[in-house]
């Protein structure tokens, strides 16, 4: 069984602060996604990583898909209130049903 | 539109009773899915439609609970004889091409539903 472990599960910094948040698997994926959900909406996709070692950049957002495709990461640099949210991380190979992480909360402090 | 919708948005109903709720993906996405999401947890699967293949009903909970997706369009999920543990956000979401390394999900908002 395919599985996604995500860390931390919760997390709580100031404005302003770095922080890095992780997805792991024992299992190969074709690729991982990530996803940022607020609260009483459905979670929208940030970005799709497909190579390994892959980096990607939204604004403040830097997402890096580990070299053997088991592993991301998501790093903030000087995290803002409207980055609150939870975070979620999907592997997906083509064919198979797209497998998701429980999530990490995050919660900036103004 | 654009987007995925769902309906009801808001669905209170008395424990006991029978529900159904509705999906309407994005046109012309092959894969469907259904989640369940309990307040301030992650996703839980419940089912996945691919093209014309049989669903993957792995996630379904229980036989209470089954899911239809007519002309591989609409997705209607049912639960019967609602239990008050079956109070959460359910959640559909659709995906273009579910052969594509890609798979990128779309979300609708969701459905939450109150089983009293």
């Known amino acids: 069984t395919q599985l996604l472990e995500q860390s931390p599960q919760f997390l709580s910094i100031q404005e302003g602060e770095n922080l890095t948040v992780y997805c792991n698997s024992s299992s190969v994926f074709s690729s991982l996604q990530w996803y940022r959900q607020e609260p009483g909406e459905g979670p929208v996709l940030l970005v799709t990583?497909?190579?390994?070692?892959e980096v990607k950049k939204l604004k403040r957002l830097t997402f890096q898909f580990g070299d053997a495709r088991k592993d991301s990461s998501l790093h903030i640099t000087a995290a803002q209130p409207g980055d609150t949210g939870l975070y979620l991380c999907a592997g997906a190979s083509p064919g198979d049903k797209i497998i998701f992480g429980k999530g990490t909360r995050l919660h900036i402090l103004p | 539109g654009a987007g995925v919708s769902q309906s009801p948005s808001n669905k209170v109903t008395e424990k006991g009773k029978d529900v159904e709720l509705r999906c309407d993906p994005i046109?012309?996405?092959?894969?469907l899915y259904w989640y369940r999401q309990s307040l301030g947890q992650g996703l839980e699967f419940l089912i996945y439609f691919q093209g014309n293949s049989a669903p993957d009903k792995s996630g379904l909970p229980s036989d209470r609970f089954s899911a239809e997706r007519t002309g591989g369009s609409v997705s209607t999920l049912t639960i019967q004889r609602t239990q008050q543990e079956d109070s959460a956000v359910y959640l559909c979401?659709?995906?273009?091409?579910?052969?594509?390394?890609?798979?990128?999900?779309?979300f609708g908002p969701g459905t939450r539903l109150t089983v009293l």
């Open positions: 046109s012309g996405h092959t894969a």
């Open positions: 979401a659709s995906s273009r091409d579910y052969a594509s390394s890609y798979n990128e999900q779309f």
């Open positions: 990583v497909v190579t390994g070692g």
